[in-house]
């Protein structure tokens, strides 16, 4: 006779996948809350794990998808959570098609994600920035943190640039590593973003990323210098924002930067 597996067994933590299961129900709670449901009618968690969050998300007036990569976690969803199971998609993120499931709809996505690959979900969602109104959850906090700091902030750059010109970034609170089993080595942070009502950018998206990402491989350097290779004239060059180092450009001046790099003759 087939052995019968028992339904609800915790899943045990696997440090591969960056598992670090929530306990505390009034966090999971308020993350869910983070939510504004505006302009939207699909949310997709990450990594639901053993479901913490999930079961707040499911009280709302919303549907509710997760996307897990761990069989055991699946596995517990479906016996725990009967009416998700023909939501719950068994795949990494970061290699899913979203359109496979939605379509061109809009989602929210959440989730208290896997730390392992915070920075690859947030460029994954700036790609698919037109189907994400809104994106909200938890990190490590200092990627929290440089999601939505501003210049002039140490923790300043590449992502923060990058986030911000198309979402507003707000960072929410800060979670202690003791209400995680197992706990993490470093706190945490919850952050929302909300797509900007004109997400467009005045100037060429490519070069925008190849900017920002050029400048602040030194961020000690004055643009001038980080921008060496891109041979550009003179004139363009005594701009005084060349004098500046990235960490004291604002988002609005890094757009600027590009159009002008952009028109340079
Ligand atoms: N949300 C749960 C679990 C958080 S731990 C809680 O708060 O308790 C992070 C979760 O992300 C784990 O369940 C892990 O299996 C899942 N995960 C890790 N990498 C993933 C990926 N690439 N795609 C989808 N889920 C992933």
Sequence with gaps: MAHQKHNNH??????FLGQHFLEDESIA????????LN?????????????VLTKYLLKKPITTYVI?????????????????????????????????????EPL???GNFPYNISTQIVFKTLELRDQIPEFSGMFQKEVAQRICSKEGSKVYGILSVLTQAFYDAEYL?????TVFNPPPRVESGVL???????????????????VVKQAFQQRRKTM????????????????PIFDKRPEQISVAQFLELTSLIENDK
């Design 10 to 15: 915790q899943v045990k933590a696997k440090k």
């Design 173 to 177: 609170f800060t979670v202690p590593p």
């Design 68 to 104: 897990e990569i761990d069989r055991d976690s699946v596995e517990y969803l479906q016996n725990n959570y009967l009416n998700l199971a023909p939501r719950i998609i068994e795949q990494d993120f970061l290699k899913y098609d979203l359109s496979t499931t939605f379509s061109e």
């Design 39 to 51: 302009g939207y009618k699909n949310v997709l968690e990450i990594g639901p794990g053993m479901g």
């Design 29 to 36: 709670e308020a993350i869910a809350d983070s939510l504004t």
């Design 224 to 239: 001038r210098n980080s921008l060496k290779t891109m041979e550009l004239s003179d004139s363009l060059k005594a701009n």
């Design 192 to 210: 929302r973003l909300i797509r900007k009502a004109d997400y467009s950018l005045p100037c060429d998206e490519k070069l925008f990323f190849r």
């Design 108 to 110: 929210a996505i959440i």
